[in-house]
């Protein structure tokens, strides 16, 4: 007849045996990975490029043509925040992979290259474009084939897709925030509208003449719209020295910005002279426009290089550790590093890369960025970022001093009562 004491013994063995078997990962499997607990079917129902270890995504930026001084700054940004996140062990237990198309300047090209990412590359998520232009492009194929995008750069507004997530300023945030600041502070009441020939710019002056004439009592004393990539402002110079506005309002963009304001120099319209607010001249431009070129004009953006807070510090100097001493951050740059932490949260949140499943999540209202390097920034549901508002003067040195700040976070309003 067996000891029972002998079996109980034998059964606890066996059972620090098993446990003990169960802490050695299996050959050649992360430890990790041994304990998944999101199977791939139950976190990627919908046919996506996601393995047990890895998820795919894509980027879709101007690495060339006249938009590539504005568009480089989002590529690397994007990067940094995916080898964080990778650092960090990735997504759901997977690791981030990318696949970068370029989108080289031109519309037609954008929409390509998202069609390639989406049907051919199952990508999860895309983050890119740049312009308006690009981003309407590109619109269609993301609804079509029930993508997401993130879309970094400050923009018109007047647009809210299931499919897309701004992390950029719309019109109130940035437009409206700026020409306020003219009128209240520098007194301006005559305003000389300039802007690329294209949506972004033409909405935006549409959007700033309401906001003159109707809002402000104002008056535009002049409207010019310049082909992408032009470089021949002359005649512009003339006009804006017959019409003597109080304010130039601008948003020319790309390479034109270095031609724009070496001829505004040339002219003799400098800072001194002269109140400019520019919508598209970030850090990233100014390496190009120089800041003997544009000292004393004005930007209106949510986010500068010089911003002193320890958010900001620690992205600064990780970006430069990345890219080099030399490097700077611009507005959209900082938009673009957000993108990969709004899709983690969202992906983590929803438990889930369907995208219907991380759409749902971003609506929630309870995505949040506690670490964002402008500061704090909350995700509404109509897809924008809540972010304050600020107003800054180029320096000799390229740089930034921000010289106006919103009190609060500035809720995002897509679709404006009374700019339509």
């Avoid at 690495?63 to 759901?92: F, R």
């Avoid at 290089?305 to 510090?313: A, I, Y």
Wanted: proline residues 5%; contains cysteine.
């Amino acid at each position: 007849m067996s000891n029972p004491h002998d079996h109980d013994l034998k059964s606890a063995q066996r059972r620090r045996l098993l446990q003990g078997a169960a802490a050695v990962p299996l050959a050649g499997i992360p430890a990790w990975a041994a304990a998944q607990p999101f199977p791939t079917a139950k976190v990627n129902t919908t046919g996506k490029a996601i393995t047990d270890t890895e998820v795919t995504v894509g980027q879709l930026h101007s690495g060339t043509g006249t938009m590539a001084i504005s568009e480089t700054g989002s590529i690397q940004a994007e990067q940094l925040a995916i080898d964080e996140i990778n650092a960090m062990g990735g997504i759901l237990g997977r690791k981030i992979k990318v696949i970068k198309e370029d989108g080289a300047s031109d519309w037609p090209t954008f929409a390509e290259k998202s069609k390639k990412l989406l049907v051919n590359d199952k990508v999860a998520a895309v983050f890119g474009c740049w312009t308006s232009a690009s981003r309407k492009a590109v619109l269609p194929v993301f609804e079509k084939e029930n993508g997401i995008l993130y879309y970094p750069t400050f923009y018109e507004g007047l647009e809210q897709s299931k499919n897309v997530i701004y992390t950029g300023q719309e019109a109130t945030q940035q437009i409206l925030y700026g020409l306020d600041w003219a009128q209240k502070e520098k007194k301006a009441k005559t305003v000389f509208l300039i802007g690329s020939d294209y949506i972004w710019p033409r909405t935006s002056m549409k959007i700033a003449r309401k906001h003159i004439e109707n809002f402000q009592k104002g008056k535009v004393v002049g409207e010019e719209y310049y082909p992408l990539g032009s470089t021949n402002f002359g005649s512009l110079m003339n006009k804006i020295k017959v019409q003597k506005p109080d304010l130039i309002f601008t948003a020319v963009v790309g390479g034109s910005n270095v031609a724009f304001y070496k001829a505004l120099k040339a002219a003799g319209i400098t800072g001194d002279k002269q109140l400019l607010l520019t919508l598209s001249v970030t850090e990233d431009e100014m390496t190009g426009v120089g800041g003997e070129n544009f000292q004393g004009f004005y930007s209106s953006m949510k986010y500068f290089q010089s911003l002193d807070n320890e958010n900001n510090k620690k992205f600064v100097a990780a970006f430069k550790a990345k890219y080099g001493k030399d490097a700077v951050i611009g507005d959209v740059t900082q938009a673009a590093y957000l993108g990969p932490w709004l899709w983690k949260a969202a992906v983590e949140m929803a438990g889930s890369f369907d995208v219907d499943k991380v759409v749902a999540a971003s609506r929630s209202g309870k995505i949040e960025l506690k670490t964002a390097p402008e500061g704090y920034v909350k995700l509404d549901p109509n897809h924008h970022l809540w972010s304050k508002s600020r107003i800054a003067m180029g320096m000799p040195d390229a740089t930034f001093k921000v010289v106006a700040e919103s009190p609060n976070l500035i809720k995002p309003d897509p679709f404006p009562k009374g700019y339509q």
